[in-house]
């Protein structure tokens, strides 16, 4: 049985899969950064992070 994390993983995989299908079909085009802070900051402070990310229009279901 897969554990928590990989499941949110493979969810998340899954709609950033479907949003560019989304994105194909309507000639648009479609933009995805990814990061992975986790090991690379001893400190980040998430609830900053995510207000910024909000700030920047950055859609909340793609913020994980």
């Known amino acids: 049985m897969r ?9 998340t995989v899954l709609n ?3 949003d560019a299908q989304m994105a194909k079909s309507r000639e ?3 933009t ?6 986790k090991d690379v900051f001893d400190h ?5 992070l995510i207000k910024i990310l909000i700030k920047q229009k950055i859609l909340i279901n793609l913020i994980n």
Not at 32 to 37: I, R, S, Y
Not at 44 to 48: A, D, E, I, N, S
Request: proline fraction near 0%; aromatic fraction near 4%; include cysteine.
């Open 3 to 11: 554990n928590r994390k990989q499941r949110l993983a493979i969810d």
């Open 16 to 18: 950033l899969v479907y």
């Open 28 to 30: 648009n085009t479609l």
């Open 32 to 37: 995805c950064l990814l990061l992975d802070v």
């Open 44 to 48: 980040v402070m998430l609830k900053q």
